[in-house]
């Protein structure tokens, strides 16, 4: 996992992908010279991180907090079940980003709840929101919480180990058959936001919906994230960080590279593999092995991040 | 269509109840219609009615959805089995969508 090419590197980097969607909870991210790298499971991600040095970070998505169907009645007891995995790495992560759809129907006490538990990991946690964090009829409930310093319905960027971290929302004003959407609005921050910037400046875009067109037949797409990828082009390591489909999915395409995070609470199915996107109900057993979430490092000089998906389970 | 609402009176005397306690103003009636959403998909996704008639939909889904028709009607958010109705008092048709999950569409043709 350690060793990293970016060259060649689709074969090796899918043989990652399966090995960690085989184990299955979270992905952790190394950015290393400006590229996060998925490093795989939790604990070959730790293997990795501690051989090589650099910032790592941690990506969680799509806790669901409140949601308690058959797919998973506890979705409260996997997070934590997630937070305690990343607890017990040997290498404390620099901080944490939350992908969306923190809870199931943005009640007051599953923010309440959601907040608990993942504040054990004593992390400092960027949130961008899902549409599930979006329901309360005021829609106040995420903004009060995480909107505080924000543009818009929550878009923001921080600076972090020499990358520069853009939290976009794409969760809001859908518009009738289409996709996710970010807005002209938030297109034209997103230019500001980046202008003057190094092109050598690593970035890392993350926002819930993916950015990049997964499965329109299902909405896994933002409309206008074409957009948005065309203000990054021209530097040298884009790493775009998603959530919405409860499923790890990776795309290298130029200096972009792509991934989704897998949930805390359910899994969803492959695109097309079921009737709908809803949630998957597969075997007690089996449950673990498809939750988790994902860690990625990030070393100077080196071109893609390492993100590993690890799963709480397995 | 009568012969089908006869068959279902009992289940339309229950959302006829439903529908009166969501909009008191108006009278629910024996051919009033339902659509269910099921697997992201409302069915069904072109329904005819008379003026007058209300329509409920019904979220048989584990995840939530809405009803929203720009302009014309947003549902609350719609938790499994929850419910929504809205009475069609002009003719005309009415696109709606799920504000969540966008690619789910339908239309109401009212007459």
């Given at each position: 996992m350690s060793g990293h090419d970016h060259g060649e590197d689709g074969l090796s980097r899918r043989k990652v992908l399966e090995c960690m969607t085989w184990a299955g909870t979270g992905v952790l991210w190394t950015i290393t010279g400006g590229v996060p790298r998925s490093l795989g499971i939790i604990d070959s991600a730790q293997a990795a991180t501690t051989a090589v040095p650099g910032m790592t970070f941690l990506q969680i998505s799509d806790?669901?907090?409140?949601f308690d169907k058959?797919?998973?009645?506890?979705a409260l007891g996997t997070l934590e079940e997630a937070i305690n995995k990343i607890n017990a790495m040997p290498a404390k992560p620099s901080f944490m980003i939350h992908t969306g759809?923190?809870?199931?129907?943005?009640?007051a006490a599953e923010f309440d709840n959601a907040d608990r538990i993942i504040s054990q990991s004593k992390l400092d946690v960027h949130y961008v929101p899902g549409e599930h964090d979006f329901l309360d009829e005021n829609v106040k409930f995420y903004r009060e919480r995480y909107g505080r310093g924000t543009k818009g319905a929550g878009w923001y960027s921080f600076d972090a180990g020499g990358v520069h971290f853009i939290g976009l929302v794409n969760v809001v004003d859908l518009k009738a058959s289409g996709l996710g959407n970010l807005g002209a609005e938030q297109l034209a921050w997103l230019e500001d936001d980046l202008r003057g910037k190094s092109k050598s400046t690593p970035i890392v875009l993350f926002a819930h919906i993916p950015l990049w067109t997964v499965y329109p037949e299902w909405g896994w797409g933002t409309e206008d994230g074409g957009r948005a990828l065309e203000y990054v082009k021209g530097f040298g390591s884009v790493t775009v960080l998603n959530g919405h489909i409860h499923q790890v999915m990776q795309k290298v395409e130029g200096n972009v590279t792509f991934h989704t995070a897998r949930s805390t609470a359910f899994p969803q199915p492959a695109p097309?593999?079921?009737?709908?996107?809803?949630p998957m109900k597969v075997e007690d057993a089996k449950l673990r092995s498809m939750l988790g979430v994902a860690s990625i490092n990030f070393k100077q000089n080196e071109q893609r991040l390492a993100i590993i998906d690890t799963p709480i389970q397995g | 269509m009568k012969t089908l609402n006869r068959r279902d009176f009992g289940v339309d005397l229950g959302l006829a109840l439903a529908a009166a306690i969501l909009l008191p103003a108006t009278t629910a009636r024996a051919d009033d219609m339902e659509v269910h959403i099921d697997n992201f998909v409302f069915q069904p996704a072109e329904l005819r009615i008379k003026v007058g008639t209300t329509v409920t939909w019904t979220n048989r889904d584990d995840i939530p959805h809405t009803v929203v028709s720009a302009g014309k009607f947003r549902s609350k958010t719609l938790d499994t089995d929850d419910k929504f109705s809205f009475t069609f008092t002009n003719a005309g048709d009415y696109k709606y969508f799920c504000s969540l999950h966008p690619h789910m569409t339908g239309i109401i043709k009212v007459e």
């Open positions: 806790s669901h907090v409140g058959p797919a998973n009645p506890n759809d923190i809870t199931h129907l943005s009640k097309g593999a079921a009737p709908s996107p809803g | -």
